[in-house]
C-alpha cells in the first residue's frame, strides 16, 4: 500500500491555513466505522499526507474523531481496497461494509447532512478525465487543447450530478481540484514526449513556458487545496531553472522560494507557500544545513502564526539532532519482557520502525536480513520496533516469517515514534553506543550507501 511512506503533513498545513485566515473556521468532524464480519484489525483514512488508523474492536465498530481539519478529499482503506470520500466541518459520518465484500456492499451516510452520500457515489463512480500516455506524442499546442477539452468535459460531469445542491463548498472544491489535477500534467509532457515520440532532441520552447507560466495565480481561497499546491510548487520549480535538472531536493526548494519571493505580490500567498515549503523540508529532512533557507524563511515571513507553526515543527527536529541523547522507548518481545533503550548501551543501533501491514516496509526486510548477516559479530545492534495498532497482528506475523535481530512491540502512535517525527514508515535511526543520535532518519537497508556508512563508523568492528 503505497500511502504508508506518506509525510503526514496535512494537519499542520491546515493549520498554517487556519492561522492565515484562509480557512474560514475548522469544526471537528466524527467517522464511525462498522464491520459486523471483520477480516482485518483497522480501517485508515488517508487525507493529503496524512494516515489515520482506525481499530476495529471485537465487534468490528471503530470511531475517530478528527479534530482542527478543513474540508478535504480523503480515502478509506480496508487492505488494500479503498474507497473515496469528502469530509467537511462537522460532518458526522457513518459507513459500514461486509468484511469480506468492502468494494460492492458499503454503505455511507452523514448523519447531520442527508444527501451526501450522492458525494460518495459520484467520487467513487467518476474519475477526472485525463489524457492517456500515448496523447503525449501530440504537438504541444495540441496536447494543450486536449487538456482544456478533458477539463471542460469533466466539469460538466461535476455540474450534472448537482452536487452543489448537497454541498456548494464541494462543488467549489472539486472544480478547482478537476483544474489543478489536470494542469499536472503539463509537467509531465517533456518526459512523456520524449518516451513517446523516440526524439530525444526535444526541449521545451517558450509556447511551453508561457503555459506554465499562466498556472501561476495567486488565489487564498484555494490554498488549501492539495493540486493547487503541488501545482504553484512545481511551477516555480519549471520557470525559475528551464529545463536544468536538480537533483537535490533541498536545492529544489531553495529555488521555488526564490522564485516565490520574486514573482507573487499576494503577501498572504506568499508567506502561506514558504512556511508550507519550509515545513515540508524540515518534516522530511530535519535541520541539518538548512541555513539559507532559514536565512530565505526569516526574512520575508513576518506572520506570527505561520513563524510559531513553523518553529514547532524545528523544534522538534531539535530535539533529535545528531550528538543528543536519543529519547527513551518501553517496548515488549513476543513473551511481554519490556526494554527500554539502556539495555542496548554499548553497541550501535540501528533501529526500524515499521508495521506488518506497510507494504514498503516488509519489502525492507529481506535487505535488512542481509545487512544482519554480514554485520554479525560486529558492533552493531539491529532492532525492529513494530508501530501496529494490534500486538496479535505483530505475533501472528513473527510466528509465520522468519525474522532476524532483536524483534519488539512499541504500538502505534509512540512517543518515541513521534519525536523522532517518524509519521512515514519504514522509517530507520541510528545510534551510537551510548545511546546518542547520530541520524534521526536514516538510510534504509536498500540503499547502496548504507555499507559504506555503516563501515565509516569509528569501532564498527569491535566486539
Not at 184 to 196: A, I, R
Not at 400 to 410: K, N, T
Request: hydrophobic share 40%.
Amino acid at each position: 500500500m503505497k500511502i504508508v511512506n506518506c509525510v503526514k503533513r496535512a494537519w499542520a498545513i491546515a493549520l498554517i491555513l487556519f492561522v492565515a485566515g484562509i480557512v474560514p473556521g475548522m469544526a471537528s468532524i466524527r467517522l464511525t466505522v462498522d464491520v459486523p464480519d471483520k477480516t482485518r484489525s483497522m480501517v485508515v483514512v488517508v487525507y493529503q499526507t496524512t494516515i489515520v488508523e482506525i481499530p476495529l474492536d471485537e465487534n468490528g465498530h471503530g470511531s475517530h474523531l478528527f479534530e482542527n481539519l478543513p474540508a478535504v478529499h480523503a480515502n478509506l482503506y480496508y487492505g488494500m481496497d479503498s474507497k473515496k470520500f469528502f469530509m467537511e466541518d462537522g460532518d458526522d459520518i457513518y459507513v459500514s461494509f461486509l468484511g469480506n465484500n468492502f468494494k460492492d456492499q458499503i454503505s455511507f451516510t452523514v448523519k447531520n447532512r442527508p444527501g451526501k452520500e450522492k458525494i460518495f457515489e459520484y467520487l467513487n463512480k467518476t474519475s477526472i478525465l485525463a489524457p492517456s500516455d500515448k496523447d503525449f506524442a501530440l504537438p504541444f499546442e495540441e496536447y494543450v487543447e486536449l487538456i482544456e477539452k478533458k477539463e471542460k468535459a469533466s466539469k460538466k460531469i461535476l455540474k450534472t450530478w448537482k452536487l452543489g445542491k448537497v454541498s456548494p463548498l464541494f462543488e467549489k472544491i472539486e472544480n478547482a481540484r478537476i483544474h489543478y489535477a489536470l494542469a499536472q500534467m503539463f509537467f509531465m509532457y517533456p518526459v512523456g514526449h520524449v518516451m513517446m515520440t523516440g526524439d530525444t532532441t526535444y526541449r521545451p520552447d517558450s509556447d511551453y513556458y508561457k503555459v506554465i507560466a499562466s498556472c501561476v495565480k495567486e488565489d487564498r481561497k484555494i490554498l488549501g487545496l492539495k493540486e493547487y499546491r503541488e501545482v504553484m510548487k512545481e511551477a516555480a520549480y519549471v520557470l525559475s531553472t528551464k529545463g536544468d535538472k536538480i537533483s537535490d531536493l533541498y536545492q529544489k526548494t531553495l529555488c521555488e522560494m526564490e522564485y516565490f519571493i520574486d514573482n507573487l505580490k499576494d503577501e498572504t500567498v506568499l508567506q502561506t507557500l514558504l512556511t508550507v515549503l519550509a515545513i515540508e523540508q524540515v518534516e522530511q529532512y530535519g535541520i541539518k544545513g538548512i541555513d539559507e533557507m532559514l536565512t530565505l524563511y526569516n526574512t520575508y515571513v513576518t506572520d506570527s502564526l505561520l513563524r510559531a507553526s513553523f518553529q514547532e515543527k524545528y523544534d522538534v527536529w531539535d530535539i533529535i539532532k545528531p550528538g543528543k541523547p536519543s529519547p527513551d522507548f518501553i517496548a515488549l518481545d513476543p513473551s511481554g519482557k519490556s526494554y527500554r533503550l539502556a539495555d542496548f548501551r554499548g553497541k550501535y543501533l540501528y533501529i526500524d520502525l515499521w508495521a506488518t501491514w506497510c507494504g514498503p516496509c516488509r519489502r525492507e526486510i529481506p535487505y535488512l536480513q542481509q545487512l544482519e548477516k554480514e554485520y554479525e559479530g560486529k558492533n552493531i545492534t539491529f532492532l525492529s520496533l513494530s508501530t501496529d495498532a494490534s500486538k496479535t497482528d505483530w505475533t501472528e506475523f513473527l510466528q509465520s516469517h522468519e525474522m532476524g535481530g532483536v524483534q519488539l512491540y512499541i504500538g502505534a502512535a509512540s512517543k518515541f515514534q513521534q519525536l523522532y517525527n517518524a509519521d512515514g514508515i519504514p522509517h530507520f535511526i541510528l545510534l551510537d553506543t551510548e545511546g546518542r543520535i547520530v541520524e534521526g532518519n536514516m538510510l534504509r537497508p536498500s540503499s547502496p550507501d548504507i555499507r559504506p556508512y555503516f563501515d565509516r563508523l569509528p569501532g564498527i568492528s569491535g566486539k
